[in-house]
């Protein structure tokens, strides 16, 4: 019996955070990575009918052409544009790391680390150059 509460003592407890504590709370970089793959995937649910609408309008006919190249030149709708870019880079990456922990590689702490850290510098720049070229910039 006096073991049980030893071990009962020993292992860690986990406790629920209140709104305060979530401003100052350190997710590991894998936990940052979990929840951006969440976001991205609602966001590119949610995006889906206006990429659907784009593409209809790019393929109707050359006026419809036209009326899409004209709401893409809005800057509002090219930012909506390069945050859907990277909606779909970082759920694409995030998407490949988490297929390859399933078949148990790079599940140890610090592949797990290198890989998430790998899935940002990977994702995060080709996002950016894309919305440098989206922008006319390059």
Same mark, same amino acid.
């Given at each position: 019996?006096?073991?049980?509460?030893?071990?009962? #003592?020993?292992?860690?407890?986990?406790?629920? $955070?209140?709104?305060?504590? @979530? %401003?100052?709370? #350190?997710?590991? %970089?894998?936990?940052? $990575?979990?929840?951006? &793959? #969440?976001?991205?995937?609602?966001?590119?649910?949610?995006?889906?009918?206006?990429? @659907?609408?784009?593409?209809?309008?790019?393929?109707?006919?050359?006026?419809?052409?036209?009326?899409?190249?004209?709401?893409?030149?809005?800057? @509002?709708?090219?930012?909506?544009?390069?945050? =859907?870019?990277?909606?779909?880079? &970082? &759920?694409?990456?995030?998407?490949? #790391?988490?297929? /390859?922990?399933?078949? &148990?590689?790079?599940?140890?702490?610090?592949? /797990?680390?290198?890989?998430?850290?790998?899935?940002?510098?990977?994702? $995060?720049?080709?996002?950016?150059?894309?919305?440098?070229? =989206?922008?006319?910039?390059?």
């Amino acid at each position: 019996m006096a073991n049980e509460t030893a071990s009962a #003592r020993e292992r860690p407890q986990f406790r629920n $955070l209140s709104p305060g504590q @979530l %401003a100052s709370y #350190r997710l590991p %970089a894998a936990g940052i $990575l979990s929840i951006l &793959h #969440r976001v991205s995937g609602v966001v590119l649910v949610l995006m889906l009918p206006l990429l @659907l609408w784009l593409f209809d309008l790019s393929l109707k006919s050359e006026s419809t052409y036209e009326r899409m190249r004209m709401t893409t030149d809005n800057v @509002l709708v090219k930012l909506v544009l390069a945050g =859907l870019i990277w909606a779909i880079l &970082h &759920h694409l990456f995030a998407g490949l #790391r988490y297929l /390859a922990l399933d078949v &148990h590689m790079g599940v140890d702490k610090e592949p /797990a680390r290198r890989s998430a850290l790998t899935v940002f510098a990977v994702s $995060l720049p080709l996002a950016a150059v894309a919305a440098l070229w =989206l922008f006319g910039v390059i």
